[in-house]
């Protein structure tokens, strides 16, 4: 199973950027899809962004697309989120999350959080207006 640290939360401004960095342990990372999911107060978790083992593949949801970006760096074992143009409505917890093995082209149809058995404890986001 893959443990993973998430960082880079903070408190930032409506406009201003941030990169979260999930750092990963264990030899799996490679073969393993990675996603990131946030929860606000009251609200359920959801899907924000995820990425094949290779990279070859990403998926955002509608609320981020063209604002944020996923990458990763298997020589690393460490999957980033670089988010752009923050809102207010981007306040949450952003959680890191694996799923293996690694989904490839199949990954469109895997980016429910029951499909990622691996979770990091989060990181927080508050975007003040």
């Known amino acids: 199973q893959v443990q993973l640290v998430e960082s880079g939360g903070g408190l930032v401004q409506a406009g201003d950027s941030l990169r979260l960095s999930c750092a990963a342990s264990g030899r799996t990372f490679s073969t393993s899809s990675m996603g990131w999911f946030r929860q606000a107060p009251g609200k359920e978790r959801e899907f924000v962004a995820a990425?094949?083992?290779?990279?070859?593949?990403?998926y955002y949801s509608d609320s981020v697309k063209g604002r944020f970006t996923i990458s990763r760096d298997n020589a690393k074992n460490t999957v980033y989120l670089r988010m752009n143009s923050l809102k207010p409505e981007d306040t949450a917890v952003y959680y890191c999350a694996a799923q293996t093995p690694d989904g490839g082209s199949a990954l469109r149809y895997r980016l429910g959080p029951t499909n990622f058995r691996s979770w990091g404890q989060g990181t927080q986001v508050n975007v003040s207006s």
């Open positions: 990425i094949s083992g290779n990279g070859a593949y990403t």
